[in-house]
């Protein structure tokens, strides 16, 4: 733009030159001529089309231009307004005027966008928290930014910086109190002789173990209890910290049921009418079990099933991997990643057949 500006200035100036010795006559047949072409241009373009003028021809009409008094400038023939002019020369002498007049100290420095993912996180993680209270968890932790920095934060990402965003989930409330919860629930399955059996499972929400109470042809309140007092005692040996109980509202749980339970500490919660994700971790493991043992085991009797059920209660709890747990089992912790190239190259690995192959273990040979 400065290389075009400076030269139009040459440019112009050789032509003021070539005006000194031209008589007031001519130059007056000269600008009535200018006038008309003006004119006829406007009257091609029409009245809704806009002239365009780059940046360096706005800066030298703006200088030539606002010498003139704004009597002599309002009866000039423009393409473009006299006020269009004058604020072309506001604009340029606000640029003059930036390049000059410096802050001596700059700006506030952008956040760091460790701490904006950090903020985001304490909101996503702690939804009750207002910026307010994130600033102060900042301040623990030796983060030194203004409450207002973060209520930018949060208003950037679209969300509220007070607490009324806060609410809480089904699953978000069963994840806060996994290590109290139970899920207990009835499976029904028919096997070869055309008998129908109910499985009774219970699972806990913490560590996702399961434990198969039992199997039988007629559930009566007291097989049903009996199977409640066992598992009081195999959480007791376990030392699980349960409270609560969530089941569905099956006929096949008698009212007595609660009462034992509660002797023992545990509380029984009724699932909603119609509303099977209330308890949604039992019902994923009866889906488990049904794509992974019932729909491929052909079940004899009441006892085969109470062996395939052993089986793969063993399986699920000891070596099945699970996505809550970082891929490990209930009872089983992920081991350290290989990191040897050589033994990388040399993976002798085994299969273990549960149920004739139904199930499948892999693990390292010894």
């Given at each position: 733009?400065?290389?075009?500006?400076?030269?139009?200035?040459?440019?112009?100036?050789?032509?003021?030159?070539?005006?000194?010795?031209?008589?007031?006559?001519?130059?007056?047949?000269?600008?009535?001529?200018?006038?008309?072409?003006?004119?006829?241009?406007?009257?091609?373009?029409?009245?809704?089309?806009?002239?365009?003028?780059?940046?360096?021809?706005?800066?030298?009409?703006?200088?030539?231009?606002?010498?003139?008094?704004?009597?002599?400038?309002?009866?000039?023939?423009?393409?473009?307004?006299?006020?269009?002019?004058?604020?072309?020369?506001?604009?340029?002498?606000?640029?003059?005027?930036?390049?000059?007049?410096?802050?001596?100290?700059?700006?506030?420095?952008?956040?760091?966008?460790?701490?904006?993912?950090?903020?985001?996180?304490?909101?996503?993680?702690n939804p009750g928290?207002?910026?307010?209270?994130?600033?102060?968890?900042?301040?623990?932790?030796?983060?030194?930014?203004?409450?207002?920095?973060?209520?930018?934060?949060?208003?950037?990402?679209?969300?509220?910086?007070?607490?009324?965003?806060?609410?809480?989930?089904?699953?978000?409330?069963?994840?806060?109190?996994?290590?109290?919860?139970?899920?207990?629930?009835?499976?029904?399955?028919?096997?070869?002789?055309?008998?129908?059996?109910?499985?009774?499972?219970?699972?806990?929400?913490?560590?996702?173990?399961?434990?198969?109470?039992?199997?039988?042809?007629?559930?009566?309140?007291?097989?049903?209890?009996?199977?409640?007092?066992?598992?009081?005692?195999?959480?007791?040996?376990?030392?699980?910290?349960?409270?609560?109980?969530?089941?569905?509202?099956?006929?096949?749980?008698?009212?007595?049921?609660?009462?034992?339970?509660?002797?023992?500490?545990?509380?029984?919660?009724?699932?909603?009418?119609?509303?099977?994700?209330?308890?949604?971790?039992?019902?994923?493991?009866?889906?488990?079990?049904?794509?992974?043992?019932?729909?491929?085991?052909?079940?004899?009797?009441?006892?085969?099933?109470?062996?395939?059920?052993?089986?793969?209660?063993?399986?699920?709890?000891?070596?099945?991997?699970?996505?809550?747990?970082?891929?490990?089992?209930?009872?089983?912790?992920?081991?350290?990643?290989?990191?040897?190239?050589k033994r990388m190259?040399?993976?002798?690995?085994?299969?273990?057949?549960?149920?004739?192959?139904?199930?499948?273990?892999?693990?390292?040979?010894a």
């Amino acid at each position: 733009m400065l290389l075009r500006l400076a030269y139009l200035t040459v440019t112009n100036t050789f032509a003021a030159l070539r005006l000194l010795p031209m008589g007031d006559r001519d130059k007056d047949i000269e600008i009535l001529a200018l006038r008309h072409q003006i004119t006829v241009l406007e009257r091609q373009l029409g009245a809704d089309t806009k002239v365009r003028f780059a940046p360096e021809h706005r800066a030298f009409l703006a200088a030539l231009l606002t010498s003139l008094p704004c009597e002599v400038l309002c009866r000039l023939r423009l393409l473009v307004r006299p006020d269009t002019v004058l604020g072309w020369h506001r604009g340029l002498m606000k640029r003059r005027h930036a390049r000059t007049c410096r802050p001596k100290r700059p700006g506030r420095p952008p956040i760091v966008q460790s701490i904006r993912a950090l903020v985001l996180r304490l909101v996503r993680e702690n939804p009750g928290w207002g910026y307010r209270r994130v600033h102060g968890e900042l301040a623990t932790l030796d983060i030194k930014v203004a409450p207002s920095t973060v209520w930018e934060i949060l208003r950037q990402e679209g969300l509220q910086p007070a607490p009324e965003r806060a609410y809480t989930t089904w699953a978000g409330f069963l994840g806060s109190q996994a290590d109290a919860l139970l899920g207990a629930d009835f499976i029904e399955t028919v096997t070869l002789n055309g008998q129908r059996q109910y499985i009774l499972a219970v699972i806990e929400h913490a560590t996702r173990r399961v434990r198969v109470l039992g199997t039988t042809a007629h559930p009566s309140a007291n097989w049903v209890i009996q199977a409640m007092k066992n598992l009081v005692m195999d959480l007791g040996d376990a030392g699980c910290r349960a409270r609560l109980l969530l089941r569905g509202r099956d006929g096949k749980f008698p009212a007595l049921m609660d009462e034992v339970l509660a002797e023992a500490g545990i509380k029984t919660v009724l699932t909603g009418v119609r509303m099977p994700r209330m308890n949604s971790i039992m019902e994923r493991w009866v889906q488990s079990c049904r794509h992974e043992l019932l729909d491929r085991c052909l079940v004899w009797n009441e006892r085969h099933l109470r062996h395939a059920l052993r089986e793969y209660e063993r399986c699920y709890n000891r070596h099945r991997a699970h996505q809550a747990l970082n891929q490990a089992a209930p009872l089983r912790t992920v081991p350290d990643p290989i990191t040897d190239p050589k033994r990388m190259d040399d993976l002798n690995i085994r299969r273990r057949d549960r149920l004739g192959g139904v199930l499948h273990e892999y693990s390292y040979a010894a």
